[in-house]
């Protein structure tokens, strides 16, 4: 029975599918949004700012904030209460660590842009194929 559902997700229309598809699959399960902000590098766009911040990890739950919001949208049209997690650090690795407490993950294949696509699909790619537990991958 699945009791424990990872839905890793960033600002994409992909990633809200799969969070409708895990709330409306296990309707009887923990829902847990995961949202990955990248290590900080002058490479990585906004997790850049992570390097100046006093407190990384306040800084990355304001990252997080606004995915969580619309997560939080989404589950309230169903009338769900959902759990939310972020981590700073690579994408694959992160979620693949937090995969093992969890039964599922639910994933969409890419993020919206083509530099998420590369990313994302490089990330689903792998969670899939790496994960301790069974990945379902939402389009």
Avoid: C
């Avoid at 829902?31 to 100046?52: D, N, Q, Y």
């Avoid at 990384?56 to 304001?62: C, D, F, M, S, Y």
């Amino acid at each position: 029975m699945i009791s424990r559902v990872l839905v890793p997700m960033d600002k994409s229309e992909m990633a809200e599918h799969a969070l409708r598809y895990a709330l409306e699959a296990f309707p009887d399960a923990e829902i847990t949004v995961f949202h990955v902000v990248g290590e900080p590098s002058a490479l990585w766009g906004e997790a850049a700012s992570l390097a100046l911040a006093d407190d990384i990890g306040q800084a990355a739950e304001e990252h997080a904030s606004d995915v969580f919001d619309d997560a939080r949208a989404i589950a309230d049209e169903y009338d769900r209460e959902i759990a939310t997690d972020v981590q700073v650090g690579h994408p694959t690795r992160a979620i693949l660590n937090a995969a093992e407490d969890f039964d599922t993950v639910v994933i969409g294949p890419h993020g919206g842009s083509l530099a998420d696509r590369l990313l994302m699909g490089n990330v689903a790619e792998t969670v899939f194929r790496r994960s301790p537990v069974p990945v379902t991958v939402v389009r």
